[in-house]
């Protein structure tokens, strides 16, 4: 008896030994890279490509960074100010549009099951590849004349976020509880006022999810950008990528633009993290 | 005054409420759809603006399917996916049973750990791309102090494969971990109680208790990432560029080549409705999977 337990104890010592490398492993898989980035960008040029690699740079500089914004030859002020204006605008249409038309699907009535079935249709628009909507959509914008203009982008944006914001407001609706709207409707409220006054701000949480999750989508996306924009409407991923093409080896401003991306990136993990969770792993698990 | 029918003016509002949303999906998903099933039925060109199109029924099908390259391509996909989702599986379930618990340190751990898939994928590309840069990496610094000889990564057309998963086990792990996390955290906790007081060790409880039923939710993380990798671009368009030669052509980076430079547009609509049907094939047969594991789940 005493050694099974002590061997029982040895086991689960083993195991928080075990735990405690793979959690340690895990945080420098992920951190090493990102502050080998950050290294990179306040390293001077001769330092970005030495063989062996420097890792304690002899001299910090901010070059890098200011090169960014200073070179003629580089739009990086540009692409941050199009991925700044297109992810708020198209974040805000799509919370709204997307918060109403939940609205709808939940309350709607109509026979023959076409409100499931809708919002089903809707639900799997979200999942087929782009890639099959990105030349079609090119080809719509160049003859509409909206071809590298940020509304292209904007709509492309909104239609992306739309089935999945959706969707969350409508699993955020079906938890509110039916009273309030009902004594609402005795009232005499129209569906307007109850939406706008009673379930909105109940909602409010599900909109904050919904909001983080399109922003971030907006700020990181790429393919259907790059096939919009050529001159006027680039955003930062294709700064980044037309950065690597141009100046293959300029890792200091590759860096510098890089980490320029990912900080804001990592300050909105750290503060909307519990909200991030919700919203990730909604459609995940079975209530 | 006529009394109006309260219920039919509701449900007019109602469907007013939806019209933005129907506007917006129309443009950015139907419409596009539709001219895609046209311009993958039809000889289309750019240069005339479709003035000289005509049907031609399955021939642009054909003319994928017969293409050496789109073939090759479906092969390296069905590499990088297979493989990437396997080691993001392990790992994320390895991961997401370590890092399990309400502490603050097991949070904060956690939200660092989800890092990486918030970063946009050109970065994640860029970030890999000069650390397994074979001479001035860091990657091969660090090899050479554990006394291993430098690594080809992207360059040679071995690795290149390889190392393009590894970006992808960086990248998409935390998504799967999250997942995880979700599901171990909401398992029943009487199944595994009654097992710890039957003095079961710890890795009986994981293997006979909390896999099968965890079973359902790794089929659907399985699932979103194996479509997911199918999918990928991002990083691969700044790692790789589809090489060395054609060794990380992927199917989505292949497309995108042929259809943004090329400007092949039929040959990208016939292809990527190939893609459709391949993933929803993809979508059935797992979701039956996830289906029969949850029900025997409920009932084991």
Redesign the interface.
């Known amino acids: 008896m005493q050694r099974a337990y002590i061997r ?1 104890q040895m ?2 010592g083993l ?1 928080t030994f075990f ?1 405690a490398v ?2 340690i492993l ?2 420098l ?3 090493v ?2 502050v ?2 950050f290294i ?1 960008s306040i390293k001077m040029p001769l330092e ?6 420097v ?1 304690i740079p002899s001299k910090i500089t901010f070059e890098n960074y200011i090169q960014l914004f200073t070179n003629p030859y580089s739009d990086v002020l540009l692409c941050l100010k199009n991925s700044i204006i297109i992810t708020l605008a198209a974040t805000t249409l799509s919370v709204l ?2 918060s ?2 939940a ?3 939940t ?4 026979p023959f099951k076409i409100v499931p079935v809708l919002a089903g249709m ?1 639900l799997l ?1 979200g ?14 914008m160049r ?1 509409l004349g909206l071809m590298d203009t940020q509304i292209a982008i904007i ?2 944006f ?3 976020n ?2 999945r914001t ?1 969707w969350l407001m409508m699993t955020f609706y079906e938890e509110l509880p039916k009273e309030i709207e009902q004594s609402a409707m005795l009232d005499g409220c ?3 006022g109850r ?1 706008y006054k009673i379930v909105l701000p109940l909602a409010a949480p599900g909109m904050a999810v919904a909001a983080i999750l399109s922003a ?1 989508l907006c ?2 996306e ?2 259907i950008a ?2 919009l924009a050529i001159v006027n409407a680039k955003t ?2 294709i700064a ?2 037309a ?2 093409q141009d100046k293959g080896m300029h ?1 200091g401003p ?2 510098a633009l ?1 980490t320029l ?2 900080v804001p ?2 300050f ?3 503060f909307v ?1 519990k909200y ?2 919700r919203g ?2 909604f459609g ?3 209530e | 005054m006529a009394k109006r029918n309260p219920f039919l ?3 007019i ?3 007013l ?2 019209v ?2 129907l506007l ?2 129309a ?3 139907l ?3 539709a ?2 099933t046209y ?1 993958s039925t039809t000889s289309w060109s ?1 240069i005339d ?1 479709g003035a000289s199109a005509h049907w031609v029924g399955l021939s642009n099908f054909q003319n994928v399917l017969r293409d050496t390259i789109f073939l090759d391509s479906f092969r390296t996909s069905l590499k990088f996916s297979l493989g990437a989702t396997a080691a993001e599986l392990i790992l994320g379930l ?2 997401a049973y ?2 399990v618990g309400e502490s603050k340190t097991m ?1 904060v ?8 898939m ?6 994640v590309g ?6 397994l840069n074979v ?4 990657a091969n ?1 660090l090899l ?1 102090k554990v006394g291993i000889p430098p690594l080809s990564w992207f360059s040679a057309p071995g690795t290149a494969l390889p190392s393009t998963i590894l970006v992808d086990i ?1 990248y998409s792990t ?2 799967v971990m ?2 995880l996390v ?2 171990i955290t ?1 398992l029943p906790a009487n199944p595994v109680r009654a097992a710890m007081v039957d003095g079961a ?2 890795w009986q409880i994981f293997r006979y208790i909390m896999l099968p039923l965890l079973a ?2 790794i089929t ?2 399985a699932l ?1 990432r194996f ?1 997911g990798s ?2 990928v ?2 990083h691969i ?2 790692t790789t560029y589809g090489g060395p030669g054609f060794m990380t052509n992927v199917m ?1 980076f292949h ?2 080549r042929q ?2 430079s090329h400007f092949k ?1 039929s040959y ?2 016939a292809a ?2 190939l ?2 049907g391949f ?1 929803l094939i993809v ?1 059935v047969v797992l979701t039956a999977i996830r289906r029969l594991l ?1 029900r025997s789940a409920a009932t084991g």
């Open positions: 029982a086991g689960e195991f735990r793979v959690i895990s945080l898989f992920v951190i890279p990102l080998w980035l990179n970005w490509l030495s063989i062996p690699p890792i549009i997307g109403l038309a609205y709808s699907l309350h709607l009535q109509l809707v628009l999942f087929y590849p782009k890639i099959t909507a990105v030349i079609p959509y090119f080809v719509i003859n709509i492309a909104v239609g992306l739309l089935p959706v129209g569906p307007w939406f971030l700020w990181i790429f393919m790059s096939s930062l991923p980044v990528s950065y690597l890792w590759m860096s890089g991306t990912v990136v990592i909105f993990c750290i993290q991030l969770v990730l792993t995940a698990i079975k | 003016s509701e449900t509002l109602l469907l409420f939806l933005p949303l917006v999906l443009t950015t998903d419409y596009p759809l001219f895609s311009l750019l603006r390895i991961i370590m890092v949070r751990v956690r939200t660092i750990l989800l890092i990486p918030f970063i946009p994928g050109v970065v860029t970030m890999w791309r000069m650390m001479n001035a990496g860091i610094y050479s960086w935390p998504f999250i997942i979700a599901g909401t060790s710890r359902p939710i659907v993380a979103f479509i199918f999918f671009l991002d368009y700044t989505s497309l995108y259809g943004l547009l990208v609509a990527s409705w893609m459709i993933s979508i949850e």
